[in-house]
């Protein structure tokens, strides 16, 4: 088999938004009656002009940032032109990285799982067409049927290198990257049709031919294998590969040669004239970074800085969650950081995944109280029962009688010697039983930790 | 400056009747020879535009403009949905 | 009751102390207008007097450009391709007239989507000039400028691309304001070259212009390039004004001869007059102002393809044939912009020709602000030529591109620029123009205001 190179466009709506990218229509397209979440700026009328959702720019930097892609100071708006009834302007507003202009961000990467880099060249934003449905079937039918609701709704466009020579690292990319997502809020697997991949693919150095509009995971990785399939049998047939465009079906896991649409070589780019430049500020960035709290890469990073090991440190920076509750401890009380890392990434992990705990409480003053307390905690099960109610939102207050080691001794030798008649005879093992029942009796089983280390100091001092 | 009236139309997806098409020819070359004159400038790197100062970015708040006065402008609709060419 | 020569000031303050009322002046315009329109052909839609009486504008209607969106009031752009074209919202500087009390008396003809500089590309047939009817009004703002001087209109909205507001105000005698780029919101107003234009005022006085302007002028939310501009009144007394010879020198005999005349009066009015031989880059204004706007053009106007609103077209073999036959609606100066911009965008031009055009038009801004340092503004003719016979243009379309030399200027800068008549030449006047910096509309106000009261051009006008 020839190697096959794969690189991918994923169109993500940006789902968090409460308005379409460009228009003050609801985001909220989907179930409802056609026509009804439309304006005249989302239908293209004459003299509508786009106002740039705000929010859209913040929710596509997090994600460019947690590509660990590099944002342009500067990004421009550009259109571009093709005729098609589901454009209501016959030109999709975008960005480019050509002729003058600048994306939201550039360069990054993503990491696999299998540890290879995926490189991604570029990060945009831009609006989605409306969508258009036919009577019966599509060949059949004699007029479209157009539907404005979705026209608007904003999108990121997330272009890689052509650095994937599998259909499970495509798949895996996806994956990943859906992850990634909703580490941001984006949760595309609630949205139906919120991921869209077109899925370039080339067979033995050959010409790329791009699959438009796959919808998910799985799909993206049937697509290629159909794709690599298709064009080796070409190949070893001694058949040239055309530079196409493709459409996949769904319903027959096949693509199909794509008509209708224009190609590439004319989309006659221009810069948006109604909207000015986007600008990224440092203030903006650092606002952003502040909400997402860097990358898994950032997070890790820190923990090994930290002296925290690895085994650790790649359980919690693979959680934000968890990685959040660490850094607050930090601030709270430095000394806790290395019990807080083994406690978030064994005892928090168990409990967020036993009750599908979805976040962690602002407030870790509940936390450090039990890391503060944690030597004194009698046994396993009361710290997790303690760690519980902490994550359930209940005020946590260690309220144990607690002894200094020092006040301890000089009560074992005061104990020892107030009963020196009965013990005198007695076995080790009977001896230490009789007085830890009198010192439980005393401090309180909650004490048990301390009161075994020290009795056992104290006996074997005097034997 | 090469260009052909025939291959514009199409790509701006115009049809020009042959009456129209020796007016616009000439309307056509005037524009071009007004273009010609470009040569002498330097290209820039970045697009320059009249960017205003200040916050130009609109609040995510949702605004609903009466979608039954879109309808109204629509050539033809089919219930709700906007009836148009077949698209094969 | 004969309000002809009336000034919107005038009429309003006799309103004010009860000798008029609303009613009346409206009923006086709309006969009018309705008499004369069969000869000048000035207003594609005119409406029946429905007033109230009411804020600072009294109810008093006026005319709008038929490329300004009005609610419920057909807008055509003097296209077939909009014909039966009803705008369900209005432009933010119509609603904004209509918060003032103000309504709308017609809307007025014009070169088609605002193309041309005579007045004679409208699919309704070219207007005429009340000074002479064989000749043009100039464009493309022909109609409202026709309304206002023939006295069919107290005053009127237009738009200015390329001198589409002074052109024609300088052709028919009257006073023509382009405010700043983005002074007042262009929503609604429908594009044909956006990043150029903006809506400007005509009217019999440039304190009509200023009465009005101070009440549309404004940072819209609707428009992201829309600035607020200073409207305090300025202090000047005698002007420091400067002229650039070259500009002159591109006028006709008559022109430069009546031009001069004019200057020889405000110099011994008191303005200061200081010269600058050559503005360096008056060779290349054409060139960037054509590239700009047909770019522009050509993607703003692929919208109209006949299947949300505009011509239906009844047999298409398929959705390109339907989309290209609706698109035949277009007149032929429409349809060359809209190619020569399809061409300057196309693969491998758009370096060639659009980036240039961008490159040219800061360094022309550039120059514009180095020269134009300590003067209150600079003064030059209008238009080079003085108004041709309705057809002559038709018959060469480099007679209409070159009229507009003078006019592009404060179009590439964004500088506010007003018309005023300064000489006159058998029936027509000689219109020149005062331009200033950008967002400085108030000073190049006061600087015309002042030289229209040294000149007095037109005795016979009642203010
Ligand atoms: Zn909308």
Known sequence: MEEIKVGLEVHVQLVTLKTKLFCSCSSDYRGKPPNTNICPVCTGLPGSMPTLNKKAVEEALKVALMLNAQPYETSYFFRKTYFYPDLPKNFQITQYDKAGGYPLAHDGYLKLSNGKTVRIERIHLEEDPGRIYYEGSRATARYSLIDYNRSGIALIEIVTAPDMSSPEEARDFVERLTTILSDVGINVKDYEGSLRVDVNVSYAGGERVEVKNVTGAASVEKAIIYEMFRQKTMYEKGIKVVRETRAWDEKRRITIASRGKEFEAEYRYMPEPDLPPVTITESLIKKVKEEIGGSQEDRYRELINDGINEELAKKISSDKNLFNVYEKIKFYEPSLKQLAANVLANEISYLIKRYSIKTLPEDVSGLAEILQNYRIIPDHESVVAYLKKWIDGEKVKISFKTVSAENIQNDIMQIISENYEKIRNLEYNKKFEFLMGILIKKFGKENKKVLVEELTKVLNKIK | MKYSINKLSKLSMLKISKEEEKMIAKKVQALGELLEKLDAIEPPKEAFVLAPEGEHKRDDVPVEFDSDEIIKVFNEVKGRYLKGPKTL | ?463
């Open chain 3, 1 to 463: 009751m004969n309000l002809e020569g009336y000034t919107l000031q005038l009429i309003l303050r006799e309103i004010e102390n009860g000798s008029l009322s609303p009613e009346d002046v409206n009923e006086f315009y709309y006969k009018r207008s309705v008499e004369l329109n069969s000869v000048l052909n000035a207003y594609i839609t005119l409406l029946e007097p429905r007033s109230r009486a009411e804020g600072d504008l009294k109810g008093i209607a006026i005319a709008i450009k038929d490329n300004i969106s009005t609610k419920g009031i057909r807008t055509t752009c003097a296209s077939k391709m909009l014909e039966n074209y009803v705008p369900p919202y209005d432009a933010t500087a119509v609603s904004s007239l209509k918060k003032h009390g103000g309504s709308v008396l017609g809307k007025t003809n014009m070169d088609e989507f605002a193309m041309g500089s005579s007045g004679e590309n409208s699919a309704f047939g070219p207007t005429r000039n009340p000074l002479n009817k064989e000749y043009v009004t100039g464009g493309s703002s022909s109609g409202s400028a026709a309304a206002v001087a023939a006295d069919m209109a107290p005053i009127a909205l237009g738009s200015d691309t390329g001198g589409s507001v002074r052109a024609p105000a300088s052709f028919t005698g009257i006073v023509g304001f382009k405010p700043s780029y983005g002074a007042i919101s262009r929503y609604g107003l429908i594009a044909y070259a956006n990043s150029l234009e903006v809506i400007g005022i005509l009217g019999k006085s440039v304190e009509d212009v200023k009465i009005l302007f101070k009440m549309i002028a404004g940072k819209d939310p609707m428009d992201s390039t829309s600035i607020n501009v200073d409207l305090k009144e300025k202090n000047i007394s005698k002007p420091n004004i400067l002229v650039i010879k070259s500009f002159v020198e591109l006028s006709s005999e008559e022109v430069k001869k009546e031009f001069y005349n004019s200057i020889g009066k405000l110099e011994s009015a008191g303005f200061g007059i200081s010269y600058v031989d050559k503005f360096s880059l008056t060779d290349y204004m054409l060139s960037s102002y054509y590239t700009i706007a047909c770019a522009e053009a050509s993607t703003n106007l692929s919208r109209y393809d006949g299947i949300r609103y505009g011509p239906k077209v009844e047999s298409a073999s398929n959705w390109r044939d339907y989309i290209s036959k609706a698109r035949s609606f277009f007149g032929p100066e429409v349809k060359a912009r809209i190619m020569m911009g399809t061409f300057i965008l196309s693969a491998g031009y758009y370096e060639t020709y659009y980036l240039r055009a961008l490159q040219l038009r800061k360094m022309i801004k550039q120059e514009f602000e180095k020269i134009i340092s300590g003067y209150d503004a600079v003064y030059v003719p209008t238009m080079p030529v003085l108004p041709w016979k309705i057809g002559k243009a038709i018959e060469d379309p480099k007679i209409a591109y070159a009229a507009d030399v003078l006019t592009v200027l404060p179009n590439l800068t964004g500088s506010p620029a007003i018309s005023i008549p300064v000489g006159k030449v058998r029936e027509f006047f000689v219109g020149g123009q005062f331009i200033g910096l950008r967002a400085e509309d108030m000073k190049v106000l006061k600087v015309a205001a002042i030289a229209e009261n040294v000149l007095q051009v037109k005795k016979n006008g009642r203010n």
